[in-house]
């Protein structure tokens, strides 16, 4: 994996002026609910309408999980954009985004949400409870403001692959991954996150 290096990173592709044009409109609002809304909103119809094309390497499944390509990083706004790749079955453990607010929305396949609410804390265990999941397909799109961060992705499909794009309040590189201990309880473990390269 190679780390991302910034806004000489972004990836030219068909309609990426367009999706840039529509992230920094919503950025520029300030507030993260009216950021987020916006994003939401506009992220839905960039992909129903196919406003802009993905590069092809973002199809490109890693049999050994899923892959984060940076497409973009504002060097003005700060915020980041990046595509994932989830290979049939693949998904995430329960984590957080490190406090920062994100825009995801399924570009291709469907994909299987589940949020998490925080019950209690002690140290570096966490109880977690599952609040529920959702079915998301192409072409929708969802939200995440701390502190109501805590969720687990994964592809259900057997057999197809699922590209989803996320807006990122800033570069993510870090993040708390939670690992079942016993009922409700999780351990608290940081992860570092790397991007993969678009080549």
Request: hydrophobic share 35%.
């Amino acid at each position: 994996m190679n780390a991302s290096t910034g806004p000489e990173r972004a990836a030219e592709f068909p309609g990426l002026s367009v999706l840039v044009e529509m992230i920094d409109g919503a950025v520029r609002r300030g507030d993260p609910e009216a950021i987020t809304s916006t994003l939401r909103e506009g992220l839905i119809e960039a992909i129903r309408e196919k406003r802009c094309s993905l590069p092809q390497s973002v199809y490109e499944v890693d049999p050994a999980g899923y892959a984060r390509r940076e497409l973009y990083r504002s060097p003005g706004l700060g915020y980041s954009v990046v595509a994932m790749t989830w290979g049939p079955g693949q998904g995430t453990p329960v984590h957080d985004h490190g406090g920062l607010w994100c825009v995801e929305g399924v570009w291709h396949g469907a994909l299987e949400i589940s949020q998490y609410d925080v019950i209690a804390e002690q140290d570096e265990r966490i109880r977690l409870r599952a609040g529920g999941s959702i079915l998301a397909e192409a072409g929708s799109a969802g939200s995440l403001i701390p502190p109501r961060e805590y969720h687990a992705i994964r592809n259900p499909r057997t057999d197809a692959l699922a590209v989803s794009l996320h807006i990122y309040e800033a570069p993510i590189v870090t993040c708390s991954m939670f690992e079942p201990i016993e009922g409700e309880w999780y351990a608290r473990c940081m992860k570092s996150l790397t991007t993969r390269s678009l080549d």
